[in-house]
């Protein structure tokens, strides 16, 4: 008799020809368990994930906010990578809501309404816009400087010999 730990491992107990099968998302919220493991989500809450399907330059997007530790991240669905969100009063209600970046891509495209559960287009400030302005601190003082020195090696007259 074989009295090992693993020895019933691989074999099932019951009626012949019947098997069972381990599902991969056992809340079936759409976001596999994996997924919901790993981020720190309870894959047997269907609550805690808010599917995003959105069409964004032409593509259909799909994706889903996944609720961990009090904040959502966003996983997307097609490419299997998760983004930050970030929290935000878009409309002036006191309530914020979830912005999404949906591609990766220009800052937050689309915000999330936890009251009203609508998706809406994001059209406030991103980081690029934010990034932009920054270069402009640095090239003025630049530009400022080069004009300087051209101005001086025009304005002071040669020495000639």
Same mark, same amino acid.
């Given at each position: 008799?074989?009295?090992?730990?693993?020895?019933?491992?691989?074999?099932?107990?019951?009626?012949?020809?019947?098997?069972?099968?381990?599902?991969?998302?056992?809340?079936?919220?759409?976001?596999?368990? $994996?997924?919901?493991?790993?981020?720190?989500?309870?894959?047997?809450?269907?609550?805690?994930?808010?599917?995003?399907?959105? $069409?964004?330059?032409?593509?259909?997007?799909?994706?889903?906010?996944?609720?961990?530790?009090?904040?959502?991240?966003?996983?997307?669905?097609?490419?299997?990578?998760?983004?930050?969100?970030?929290?935000?009063?878009?409309?002036?209600?006191?309530?914020?809501? $979830?912005?999404?970046?949906?591609?990766?891509?220009?800052?937050?495209?689309?915000?999330?309404?936890?009251?009203?559960?609508?998706?809406?287009?994001?059209?406030?400030?991103?980081?690029?816009?934010?990034?932009?302005? $920054?270069?402009?601190?640095?090239?003025?003082?630049?530009?400022?400087?080069?004009?300087?020195?051209?101005?001086?090696?025009?304005?002071?007259?040669?020495?000639?010999?």
């Amino acid at each position: 008799m074989d009295t090992t730990v693993n020895k019933n491992i691989g074999t099932s107990i019951g009626i012949p020809g019947q098997t069972f099968i381990i599902p991969k998302d056992y809340d079936t919220d759409g976001v596999p368990d $994996t997924i919901e493991i790993d981020l720190g989500s309870d894959p047997k809450n269907a609550d805690d994930s808010i599917r995003v399907s959105v $069409t964004l330059n032409e593509k259909f997007e799909d994706g889903y906010l996944i609720l961990v530790q009090d904040k959502f991240i966003y996983w997307d669905k097609d490419e299997n990578i998760t983004r930050e969100t970030k929290q935000e009063d878009v409309n002036g209600d006191g309530v914020n809501e $979830t912005l999404i970046n949906v591609d990766g891509i220009n800052g937050y495209d689309f915000f999330y309404n936890h009251v009203t559960q609508e998706i809406g287009p994001y059209t406030g400030e991103n980081k690029d816009d934010e990034k932009d302005w $920054t270069m402009y601190l640095v090239l003025i003082p630049l530009v400022s400087l080069l004009g300087i020195i051209c101005f001086l090696y025009i304005s002071f007259p040669k020495k000639e010999k």
